[in-house]
């Protein structure tokens, strides 16, 4: 293993960079001043397209799509240190770059599994950021760890499917660009085998019977930047039989295809976001005195900033083993690593980010500094991609398999 950063990554990595200072954290602000103008809490603020526009000049977009014919082509390991950076704006810096999910996800596989006329109608305007989209499979009655409970109907009737049920934390679905949901449910529910009932089908938003209920806040926040998470239902929705993505029974398969590069965007994200917070925790410490000493003369505060250093730097290894693998196996060989990495990051992320917020003290769970927003996203990554609990459920299978 060489995680060396290659030319191409390290001109890329020298890029990007240079966009974060001089575009990305800048807009941090102005982001939230125009937010408050708007005419739709949910609309992008101006400055976004800005981003969006100038990163694509640059050459900084679609660098997650490992696909060369749709993306910047570059590997797993490629590109883990610029998510990386991404990570360290991660409601304005990925969506500015085309990089953010349920977008990339939902690219990969049409890009993956979607035909030649759904990869023109949908896949094509989201290369070009013209459009955003959703992944409707967590329902609110059923445990959607376990993705064989899912109820939402998908019938077939004559030429036509119609879908019937109801999703939630569908992120992406309050933004207005959002014009396709791509819909997880069950085609034969009756199926001997749990995991060939479902399927996938694209949904256009505007299909009579969809209908975006409400927004679903996240320990408060309700995650504007990112468009949001939504409760929708589907009544009676009918849609071309052609609208079918791949064969019927093949969502579950189809999902965990997605499910495995997302997972480790996720964690490359997370350590830029704990890099941010290790920057924030130090520049306070600095700058902040208690009892006679400055914080970063406390010992306590020292042991934080030092435990992070050494965290940070076991998950980056961790990270990058793994994209290695999924560059060298595939994602099927780095199946362990994957839940590893889903287990390890946001849960160590968290205890970082919570120790800078308890530097700041209550400017840590101010509006005024980015920390609290970021632990609420990094605790919610313990339940995206499935939960802590199902991964060390599966891993401890996968290991205890070798003595049984």
């Not at 982001?31 to 408050?36: F, L, S």
């Not at 946001?346 to 005024?368: E, F, L, M, N």
């Not at 990554?381 to 991964?391: I, N, R, S, T």
């Amino acid at each position: 293993m060489d995680f060396a950063y290659d030319a191409r990554t390290e001109e890329l990595r020298e890029k990007l960079l240079a966009f974060m200072d001089a575009h990305v954290y800048p807009a941090e602000t102005v982001a939230e001043e125009q937010r408050t103008r708007l005419a739709s809490p949910w609309d992008t603020p101006p400055v976004v397209e800005e981003l969006k526009a100038e990163a694509k000049r640059q050459g900084l977009w679609n660098l997650f799509l490992p696909d060369a014919e749709y993306g910047a082509g570059l590997t797993n390991l490629q590109y883990a240190p610029l998510a990386e950076i991404t990570g360290r704006s991660p409601h304005l810096a990925p969506t500015a770059l085309n990089c953010a999910a349920p977008d990339t996800g939902n690219m990969e596989l049409l890009a993956q599994f979607g035909d030649e006329a759904q990869k023109k109608q949908w896949l094509e305007p989201l290369l070009a950021g013209e459009i955003r989209s959703a992944f409707a499979m967590t329902e609110p009655e059923v445990a959607s760890s376990d993705a064989t409970n899912i109820e939402t109907r998908i019938r077939r009737d004559g030429d036509s499917y119609v879908v019937d049920g109801r999703k939630w934390y569908i992120s992406g679905a309050m933004n207005p660009d959002c014009t396709i949901f791509i819909v997880m449910g069950k085609t034969d529910p009756d199926g001997a085998d749990p995991r060939r009932q479902q399927s996938m089908i694209l949904v256009p938003r505007d299909t009579p019977g969809v209908e975006v209920r409400r927004a679903m806040r996240v320990y408060g926040y309700e995650d504007h930047y990112h468009g949001g998470h939504a409760e929708v239902v589907f009544d009676g929705v009918r849609v071309p039989a052609s609208h079918l993505i791949g064969e019927e029974g093949g969502g579950f398969a189809i999902a965990q295809a997605r499910l495995g590069p997302g997972r480790i965007h996720h964690c490359m994200r997370l350590i830029g976001m704990a890099e941010r917070a290790v920057e924030l925790m130090c520049r306070r410490a600095v700058t902040r005195t208690a009892f006679g000493k400055t914080l970063a003369q406390q010992g306590v505060v020292q042991n934080w900033i030092a435990d992070a250093r050494v965290t940070i730097e076991q998950l980056r290894l961790l990270v990058l083993k793994t994209a290695w693998l999924m560059d060298t196996v595939g994602n099927r060989g780095a199946h362990t690593e994957i839940q590893a990495i889903k287990i390890a990051t946001p849960r160590a992320v968290v205890d970082i980010i919570d120790k800078a917020v308890q530097a700041h003290g209550a400017g840590g769970v101010s509006q005024d500094f980015p920390l609290a927003e970021l632990w609420a996203a990094a605790r919610t990554l313990k339940l995206a991609d499935g939960p802590d609990e199902v991964h060390q459920r599966s891993l401890a299978r996968r290991e205890l398999k070798k003595y049984l």
